[in-house]
Nanobody, 121 residues
Framework: QVQLKESGGGLVQPGGSLTLSCLASVNIFSLYAMGWYRQAPGKQREYVAAITRGGTTNYADSVKGRFTISIANTKNTIILQMNSLKPEDTALYHC???????????????WGQGTQVTVSS
């Protein structure tokens, strides 16, 4: 069983930045991929970004050029650096992972509880 724990959400003004972290209960190099999905009130859950254990990254078009996903030095943690935030980025952000496959086209098996990101003036 893999446990995921997010941190770093909060309230930020449009144009601001936030950094989200996801701590895994296992060495993330034992996972095929980790990343983020988000869900805004009244909307469907949507893919945000992912990184494989080989370091390959992928982003949704809506966040490309503004968000960066990376593996932290601790190796049990991934980071989502979010810059130039917009009100439409407001959502509950969930960490997601899978042992065996990509999480880009469909989410993996393991989920965190989520961390709220609110972009508002």
């Amino acid at each position: 069983q893999v446990q995921l724990k997010e941190s770093g959400g909060g309230l930020v003004q449009p144009g601001g930045s936030l950094t989200l972290s996801c701590l895994a209960s296992v060495n993330i190099f034992s996972l095929y991929a980790m990343g983020w999905y988000r869900q805004a009130p009244g909307k469907q859950r949507e893919y945000v970004a992912a990184i494989t254990r080989g370091g390959t990254t992928n982003y949704a078009d809506s966040v490309k050029g503004r968000f960066t996903i990376s593996i932290a030095n601790t190796k049990n943690t991934i980071i989502l650096q979010m810059n130039s935030l917009k009100p439409e980025d407001t959502a509950l952000y969930h960490c997601n992972a899978d042992l065996f496959r990509s999480i880009v086209t469909s989410p993996g098996v393991y989920w965190g509880q989520g961390t709220q990101v609110t972009v508002s003036s």
